[in-house]
């Protein structure tokens, strides 16, 4: 079914097809009809298969019935979001299905001047995305009145659970009125999930999309058996093969993203990086400077790139495998997202392998080889800009030659 069949206001079709958004993914398929019933939803779905849009379009569609609000502070539908880039993202994404319409949408969060969020809560908001911490302040400071939320949305559930928000999510429960809708999104379950969901959802119907496999169909990924100290040039490699294309690269550290951005500056590959040790701004701009396209090479560490949608990434690459087994889903889901294809590639070396088969035990399956053949492997090397290891590599090759020479004339013989 199409989104043009669907039962929703023609200014909420017109921009989804303006954002080229034809057919619901799988989750947006289920979540759609149960939110517009009212019913509480409790949804599990991979990352990347567009659970924003699953919940934003239902609920400003229903939001769109009723008159927009104008009383002071008051909030229709509240979703709470882990961090800041999240709560920007998923802002957007509301503002963008909700162009043709009224609606009055406010994205929150901290490390920001208050004042221009106070003067737009003042005239009241349909759709608050909120971080917790500005917006308690902001409750505190009587500017956010959640007396009349008719629908709260947890997203990114897991998240918050791992970044300790269950305090938050179980206080603001405690200025909501007690008849509202709720809807719960996440990308992983387990039972503190499971835990946390039941005990503010009433009766939910539950979504689960492909449970086995964690990674979403769309995203094609594999594993390269790969020196630690060779991986540079595989990683050259594919920039210099693939020059048109988006490839989010992970690292274990910050030392080590800053470590990868010299070597592929030595070879002439621009690359911007993302972690922890940036200011909140300079990650806002490289967001950005990423998502355009100016530079095709984003290379990131686990925390600073969870849940972040960056459209058209062709291929995430796992330049160090994840520590932690589940990270290794939220990776290669940056890729393939909505309705596109992705590819992963994980450069796994030696002395990796163990946490290669904790990440097999975690999918429940193993991850297919991609096979370097040993002439392959040896023309990437030689393949590289970085000059120190051409003689090297000129002395490797000519002791080849030569050795093959040698049987060949025994052959003869
Ligand atoms: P999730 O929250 O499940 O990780 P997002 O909501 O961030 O996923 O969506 C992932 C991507 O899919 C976004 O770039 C979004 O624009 C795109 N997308 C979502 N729904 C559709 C759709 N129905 N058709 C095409 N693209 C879509
Ligand atoms: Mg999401």
């Known amino acids: 079914m199409k989104f043009e069949q669907y039962r929703i206001s023609e200014e909420i079709k017109r921009s989804l097809e303006e954002l080229g958004f034809k057919k619901p993914t799988d989750i947006q398929y ?37 008159r927009t609000t104008k009383i002071p502070g008051q909030v229709k539908c509240l979703v709470m979001v882990p961090t800041r880039e999240l709560a920007i993202q998923i802002a957007e994404v509301f503002i963008q299905i909700a162009r043709y319409t009224k609606l009055k949408i406010l994205g929150l969060f901290g490390g920001v001047d208050q004042d221009p969020q106070i003067k737009k809560l003042e005239k009241g908001v349909d759709v608050l995305i909120a971080t917790p911490g500005r917006m308690f302040d902001l409750i505190n400071q009587q500017h956010i009145d959640l007396s009349r939320v008719e629908i709260l949305i947890l997203d990114e559930a897991d998240h918050m659970l791992a970044l300790g928000f269950i305090k938050d999510i179980r206080d603001v429960m405690k200025f909501l009125p007690r008849k509202h809708q709720t809807l719960f999104f996440s990308a992983t379950i387990d039972k503190d999930i499971k835990d946390l969901a039941y005990s503010i959802v009433t009766n939910p119907i539950r979504i689960q999309i492909s449970p086995q496999d964690p990674v979403s169909k769309n995203v094609t990924h594999s594993v390269a058996y790969v020196k630690m100290d060779d991986k540079r040039f595989f990683l050259e490699r594919m920039a210099k093969e693939f020059p048109e294309s988006k490839i989010l ?41 990423f998502k355009k396209g100016d530079v095709k090479i984003l290379i990131a560490t686990d925390v600073s790139a969870r849940g972040i949608d960056i459209p058209n990434v ?81 002395l490797i090759d000519q002791h080849e030659n030569s050795l093959r020479e040698q049987k060949r004339k025994k052959k003869k013989r």
């Not at 517009?36 to 229903?62: E, R, S």
């Not at 080590?256 to 590959?269: H, K, L, T, W, Y």
């Open 30 to 66: 289920k979540a759609i009809p149960s939110i517009l019933n009212g019913d509480d939803v409790l949804a599990i779905a991979q990352t990347g298969t567009g659970k924003t849009a699953a919940f934003a379009i239902p609920v400003l569609h229903m939001l769109q019935r009723q």
């Open 249 to 289: 690269v992970f690292v274990r550290t910050k030392v080590r993203a800053e470590r990868v951005f010299n070597a592929m500056q030595r070879v002439g590959v621009e690359t911007l990086t993302m972690h922890g040790g940036k200011e909140q701004d300079d990650r806002l701009q490289v967001m950005k400077e």
């Open 314 to 394: 062709d291929y995430v690459v796992n330049y160090d495998l994840p520590d932690v087994p589940e990270n290794y889903v939220h990776r290669v889901g940056r890729t393939g997202r909505g309705v596109q294809k992705g590819k992963a590639v994980s450069f796994c070396s030696d002395e990796e392998k163990p946490v290669l088969k904790e990440i097999e035990k975690f999918l429940g399956k193993e991850i297919q080889e991609m096979k370097i053949e040993k002439d392959e492997y040896r023309e990437t090397i030689s393949f590289s800009e970085d000059t120190p290891n051409d003689n090297w590599q000129l």
